[in-house]
């Protein structure tokens, strides 16, 4: 199975704005995991200190 191809086929090209499929894909998986690590961080609540 070649994704190039594959993606080649449904869209006509692989690059965008000069740079690659890969390069997009990594930037939009990178910020997804950006996401979910700031909803879940953000949402937890903070320790109370006892003492």
């Avoid at 006509?12 to 690590?37: D, P, R």
Wanted: proline residues 2%; without cysteine.
């Amino acid at each position: 199975m070649n994704w190039t191809q594959i993606w080649m086929d449904m869209f006509g090209a692989t690059e965008w704005l000069g740079l690659s499929m890969g390069f997009w894909v990594s930037s939009a998986v990178v910020s997804l995991i950006v996401v979910i690590m700031n909803v879940v961080l953000w949402n937890m609540k903070p320790l109370s200190k006892k003492g």
